[in-house]
């Protein structure tokens, strides 16, 4: 409804995203990697759902792309319409959690289930990857892939474990 509202303008920027993490000093921030690692200190067994594909992506890169779409960085605003911005590539949350595990050096096992067993409230789609040529047309800051972006998170989570 939200998408629909901002249409309704000829001049609208409706960016959509998926699987948002944010810095690691933003400790206020609930996201699937902080689960991951606030559960796998606590457990010695995870259950992951393994049949839903997403692009997880870095906060600060799809930040530092809305400020391009916006114009700002001596850039020309974007043409008006929908952006998909997320980092490249796809994966599963399950492969996501075990990076996020293998980065961490946590001693969790991760199981892999359907989303069924996962039993969630709300549906959820099996592929949410998005497609990110639109925003790449432009010329915009390369989003580099989902694991280096993962690798940059921790890269500052280890900064700050300090």
């Known amino acids: 409804e939200g998408e629909q509202a901002?249409?309704?303008?000829?001049?609208?920027?409706?960016?959509?995203?998926?699987?948002?993490?944010?810095?690691?000093?933003?400790?206020?921030?609930?996201?699937?990697?902080?689960?991951?690692?606030?559960?796998?200190?606590?457990?010695s067994k995870l259950r992951v759902v393994d049949d839903q594909h997403c692009t997880p992506s870095y906060v600060p890169h799809v930040a530092r792309a809305i400020l391009f779409l916006l114009g700002h960085e001596d850039s020309s605003p974007a043409p008006w319409g929908i952006y998909h911005v997320t980092n490249r590539g796809a994966t599963t949350w399950y492969e996501f959690a075990a990076k996020i595990v293998e980065h961490a050096r946590l001693g969790v096992v991760l199981d892999p289930i359907t989303t069924a067993e996962y039993g969630a409230a709300a549906p959820r789609p099996a592929y949410s990857v998005l497609d990110t040529t639109a925003y790449h047309k432009l010329g915009g800051p390369p989003m580099s892939d989902w694991q280096a972006a993962l690798t940059e998170y921790f890269a500052e989570w280890k900064t700050a474990q300090r």
């Open 6 to 43: 901002a249409a309704v303008h000829l001049k609208h920027l409706i960016v959509r995203t998926c699987g948002l993490y944010a810095r690691p000093a933003n400790t206020q921030a609930q996201n699937f990697v902080r689960t991951i690692l606030r559960l796998g200190q606590s457990k």
